[in-house]
């Protein structure tokens, strides 16, 4: 009877990254069901999922004096032990059935997949409790005609690559996934299997994988995410019969581990050329596709094509989606809003799983039976091998020869790697399940003695201890200095190393520490060597403290510990990760790293990108050192107005890559380069396996490569406050690129206009900008040329800005063939009703211009192309090209962005100073005309209609200039009544003495 795919998921607590950034919970269950919330749009409905099981783990739990996490009196909480009991337990039951049984966790990085699969610390995931308690059923047997036999194989597929976890050293290329022709079912060729006879033994192998794999990830510059986990335990059940028969009931228990979900759209990836070229990816898709195509077979659609061999992973996992095997899936939840789409990617996804219906059946065969088949198999492959291998006639289905004998050569391969294969399962049930698992343990026991050895050693010896961005990576690799000279390197120098490193920028003497009682000292191995101490280049010999970090080459990140004087560096944190070291590597190069609570959420982001680029940045520079791309990479920050991306505000994050032969530069988005890097990495891992079609690659798919494009030159930001008082603005504007270094001036004219476009002379100016209100407006705005610096932009240049309310860029059409363009481009803007928004816009805004140029294909000096691209970038770097640190740029371009605001309003304050002095002297000569009169022509109401016409067209100030002067020329007036009424003549004043000219 079919059986449906049993789907849980669980959301965990908050991380630090999400509550810095203040996230709310956007999941909500209740029983089976989940629901999730868009909280920034209230339009759109929640959504509703219900699974087999959704477990609560975000809140509501204590942690005992184990460390154990448990629930609260009263919460919902569910505990690492509760997940297992509902799910662990049924792989248990299925595998002492003798059913095949598989268990995925799926989900994006960081929402908690390796948590509930593997745990941490005292609170131990599904795979660990569930071996623990096979062998706890194991070891309670008292059946003497049954016989057990536990074997346990580790595996990683990173970009469509097979490693074995549980050897050092992999063939190039990985090792083969070939298919079983008599069964169907796909294997990987040359996979250790090892047989183990404890809990404890598991445990052991499962840490050695670990290392394994983490030796190989820094090596080849993987990224742990990004790459499936295989564990697969085999558990062989023998029984005899009353007869002396043995049967044997096999079950495969496979826990995978998936790599993380997140989709290509949410870092960027889907505008590139070359998305479609990665396999960082495939198998990811790859499996959803099975999903779909086993769902809609399961309700009932008819001549569904599942396509298990689009990828490694769905080879592998053919049975347990889609055939002989109990299938559960757990879909880990990030509860926080800023993952909204990812997390409801992750619910359609397990939604489409829970539909999938299988069919399993007991493993058990006679082994009698199973002998005898394996060695009728066997003969017919030999007989095959011996040249009963039908040869393909040229031309015979469209094969040339050379076509014909590759297809020879592989079915070849095929028959050879079954027959070792059926070989090797032979020798198994050949030999009793007692005697593979006494060899198994007397191995795990003097592995046991060595490990506990070097674990009493490391704790009197200073050592050196990996970091990995995974956590769960940290810490498993040791290495330990011993007295004398350590050095460190690749394993083919001329000195074989203490430290054995492999991987990008690492040479072969790379450093030395120097042991001298109690101190250690590191030093440079050769001139060039890559090595950071605490973010810091080390040039020369270094005292190291306790919890120095270290880094060597591109990726090698460890930190030293020393167990004798454990007196660390001033800042040293308690406990040191990752994020830490990586933080410090950011503040040498310049970015502010600030506490998360000093920073906004926009800085947060921003901080987070350059933390997590800056590494793969370094890397990328390493390759491109060592396949000679003559291409440098560096994070750069683009500010939100220089930024023309759609929707963008605030600090963009990017990464910058420049032709070091002729200059040519292109901005790259955060997920384009993080894509364009896998691509990187696969090319290197290539070109490592000594794959020659690399020489021939066509530059459209090589990740170094891009056609020439427009690039922004820099930008030049026109304030508006002159519009506020009438005032044109007509000076240049100085060009400032994301370093705020000068690359130019703009000539620009923003001046009042009436609708025609006509300018408005001074007699628009006012003093108070309130007056403008409830008017209608007209400002025209004039690009008139520009003076651009680097000679490389003669091809052509344009400009374009966009207005408040603008939805596009106006753009100026493009001038080539000069530095020095005239774009003569103006544009008259219309303000129906001036409003108080109006005003403020004009107060506190700008109007940014892009200058953008045009870049070509040139020829490369000579010179240069006879230099390599690490003496190139050396040469970048010595030359002050890359020296100006982030810091400084990101200062630099605030005091440019500040002092053009200051400067603009001192043009304001300077402008509407010579509107009024001007203003001021026509009034002074009034007066001053005025008082050169006879006495019997100093008329008052001449005077006052002369003052007023001249303090009316002004402003405020002048305005109650003439509200005073009024006063006096009535106060005057009521005077000489008075006078009068007295009998006595009115008395005129001096026009020198007057109010009005002691005023001015």
Known sequence: MAESVKVAVRVRPFNQREKDRGSKCCIKMSGKTSTITNLD???????????????????????????VSIPSAGSNYASQRMVFNDLGQGVLNNAFEGFNTSLFAYGQTGAGKSYSMVGYGPNKGI????????????ESNTDPNLKHCVSFSMLEIYNECVRDLLIKNNPKGGLAVRQNPSIGAFYVQGLTKQVVGSYKAIEAKMEEGTSNRTVASTAMNATSSRAHTVVTITFDQIKKNEVGEETKRTSIINLVDLAGSERAGSTGATGDRLKEGANINKSLSALGNVISALADASSGKKKVMVPYRDSVLTKLLQNALGGNSKTIMIAALSPADINYDETLGTLRYADRAK?????????????????????????????????????????????????????????????????????????????????????????????????????????????ITNLNEDNALSGVIHHLI?????????????????????????????????????????RPGVVGAKTKVNGQTLNGDRTLMHQDRILF????????????????????????????????IAQAKGFQTGADGQLSKEQQLAQEQVLELLPMVSESNAISEELNKHKSFEVILISGAANPTEGSKGTKVMVKMKNLLNG?????????????????????????????????????????????????????????????????????????????????????????????????????FVEDSTELLGKPYHYKVTIKSCEIRDSRFNVGSFIKYKLDGDEDYTVTPTVSKSLSPEFNHSRVVKIEKVTQET???????????????????????????????????????????????ALTRQLTKNVVDESAALKTEILVLKRRNDILAKKEKRIQGIVTEWGKKPPEEQQFEPYHRAISAAAFNTGTMLKSAATVITQVIKAQKLVGAMTAVNGEPPVVSKAAGSKACVLM
């Open 127 to 138: 795979v660990p409790i569930t071996c623990d308690e096979l062998f706890k059923t194991v």
């Open 839 to 885: 005003l403020d816009y004009f107060e506190n805004s700008c109007i940014t211009f892009l200058l953008y140029g045009c870049q070509e294909d040139r020829e490369s000096d000579v010179k240069l192309m006879k230099l390599t691209t690490k003496e190139l970038r050396q040469r970048e770097e010595t030359s002050g090209n890359m020296k100006t640190n």
């Open 355 to 463: 539909q999938i219906k299988n069919k399993a059946v007991v493993n058990e065969n006679p082994m009698d039976k199973l002998i005898r088949e394996l060695k009728e198999e066997n003969e017919k492959l030999k007989k095959a091998l011996g040249g009963e291998i039908p040869a393909a006639a040229p031309g015979a289905g469209g094969m040339t020869p050379e076509e014909a004998a590759a297809m020879r050569k592989q079915m070849e391969e095929e028959i050879r790697a079954q027959l070792e294969a059926n070989a090797s399962a032979m020798a198994d049930m050949q030999m009793s399940g007692e005697d593979r698992t006494a060899i198994a343990q007397q191995q795990f026991n003097e592995e046991q003695l060595k490990l506990l050895e070097k674990e009493k050693e490391k704790d009197n010896t200073p050592h």
């Open 664 to 764: 040519n530069t292109w901005l790259w988005e955060r997920g384009k380069f993080m894509n364009r890097r896998y691509l990187m990495q696969d090319m290197y891992q290539r070109h490592l396996d000594g794959d020659e079609t690399l020489k021939d690659m066509p530059e459209e798919e090589d990740p170094f490569w891009d056609p020439p494009c427009e690039v922004l030159i820099g930008t030049s930001s026109a304030f508006l406050q002159a519009l506020g008082y009438g005032i044109d603005m007509d000076d240049p504007i100085l060009v400032t690129d994301y370093k705020g270094e000068d690359q130019g001036q703009m000539f620009i004219n923003i001046s009042p206009c009436d609708e025609t476009g006509k300018c408005m002379g001074e007699e628009y």
């Open 553 to 584: 080459g591109s990726n090698h990140m460890y930190v030293y510990y020393d167990p004798v004087n454990k007196e660390s560096a001033e800042g040293t944190p308690p406990q040191i990760d990752w994020e830490f070291a990586q933080k410090e």
């Open 41 to 67: 749009d209230s339009s759109v409905e929640p959504k509703m999922f219900t699974f087999d099981y959704s477990y609560w783990s975000h809140d509501g739990f204590d942690v005992d004096d184990e460390g």
């Open 482 to 522: 011993q007295p004398g000279e350590n050095i460190v390197g690749r394993k083919d120098g001329e000195t074989v190393p203490a430290i054995c490193l492999s991987g990008l920028s690492i040479q072969k003497s790379h450093a030395i520490f120097a042991r001298d009682g109690e101190t250690v000292i590191l």
